[in-house]
């Protein structure tokens, strides 16, 4: 049986009120009390999976891999200029993020911001059930994690076989952010057989 993220946060704030009904005046409850409210903070949002890579290295077809359908466009003149945020939500929902704030976009302005308005992400909610348990980040080329904000915990690099690494690509793998629990995947796509 598995247990999911949100009965462990569940259990967690269970406990934690529990420990605070006792009032006892003991440190260790305290710092117990202390623990358990870090582990339902982050038990409250999934885990976000980065991915990095240089231009067409193929970070959109392994964030649709992820979910499970095609959801980001892959083509060769369809690249991302920006960050792009996917996390669950009830319906289909698509904001604009800039300096000015959120915007969230209908079918009629998906076509461009108003003029002033310097595009920094995307973020896209999705009635996805996979996203549920994680979200993700679709980076473009270049991106620099900031390890400040926390961007994710997970980051996937995408390379190509037949392309040597560049030396953005060779700098990412060997600093990568310091972040306290991130996990650094390589994914090589197979070639396609020649014709």
């Known amino acids: 049986m598995s247990i999911t993220a949100r009965e462990l946060a569940f259990l967690a704030a269970d406990a934690r009120l529990r420990l605070e009904k006792l009032a006892l005046p ?7 009390i202390t623990a358990l409210q870090r ?6 949002h999934p885990p976000r999976v980065a991915i990095m890579g240089e231009v067409n290295s193929g970070k959109t077809s392994v964030a649709d891999l992820l979910l499970g359908s095609s959801v980001l466009p892959a083509s060769v003149v369809s690249n991302t200029h920006v960050p792009i945020s996917i996390s669950y939500s009830e319906s289909l929902t698509l904001d604009a993020v800039t300096q000015q704030g959120r915007q ?54 995408c390379t190509l076989p037949a392309r040597p690494w560049t030396e953005s690509q060779r700098a990412l793998r060997s600093a990568p952010p310091p972040l306290r629990s991130s996990h650094h995947l390589r994914i090589r796509p197979q070639q396609p057989p020649s014709a």
């Open 104 to 157: 969230r976009l209908t079918d009629a302005q998906t076509d461009g911001l108003p003029a002033g308005h310097q595009l920094k992400r995307i973020e896209i909610g999705l009635p996805e059930e996979r996203l549920h348990t994680f979200e993700i980040l679709d980076t473009p080329s270049g991106y620099q994690p900031d390890a400040n904000q926390r961007d994710a915990h997970i980051f996937i690099c």
């Open 26 to 32: 003991e440190p260790a409850v305290k710092i117990c």
């Open 39 to 44: 582990m339902e903070q982050l038990l409250a």
